[in-house]
């Protein structure tokens, strides 16, 4: 059974920074390694849609919604089956649920279509 859990959220007042983690486990149905998986972050603030954060493939390239791009970078540990998301300068609209995703299909990760795996996500609460 796949299990993404994530971690490192939490109150930060605005400009601060936080790392979050997803760290992966278990067998997958394909019966691939996670390091094959296509991997992302996702984020849900209250009365709002879940929407895209950032994403990286297998190979490591990395993609990312406007709203954050030049503040957050992704990463990610193949051995340790970990994922990133380190978050600087961060504003108030910030402030969500942030969910941690993973397919063999980059475009799924990246249109949030029909993602095979989702974590229970981690509270991000920044304040003004």
């Known amino acids: 059974q796949v299990q993404l859990v994530e971690s490192g959220g939490g109150l930060v007042q605005a400009g601060g920074s936080l790392r979050l983690s997803c760290a992966a486990s278990?067998?997958?149905?394909?019966?691939?390694?996670?390091?094959?998986?296509?991997m992302g972050w996702y984020r849900q603030a209250p009365g709002k849609e879940r929407e895209f954060v950032a994403a990286?493939?297998?190979?490591?390239?990395?993609f990312y919604a406007d709203s954050v791009k030049g503040r957050f970078t992704i990463s990610r540990e193949y051995a340790k089956n970990t994922m990133y998301l380190q978050m600087n300068s961060l504003k108030p609209e910030d402030t969500a649920v942030y969910y941690c995703?993973?397919?063999?299909?980059?475009?799924?990760?990246?249109?949030?279509?029909?993602?095979?795996?989702w974590g229970k996500g981690t509270l991000v609460t920044v304040s003004s």
């Open positions: 990286i493939s297998s190979g490591g390239s990395t």
């Open positions: 278990g067998r997958t149905a394909s019966g691939r390694t996670f390091s094959t998986y296509d």
């Open positions: 995703a993973a397919d063999q299909s980059l475009r799924r990760v990246l249109n949030r279509d029909g993602i095979n795996y």
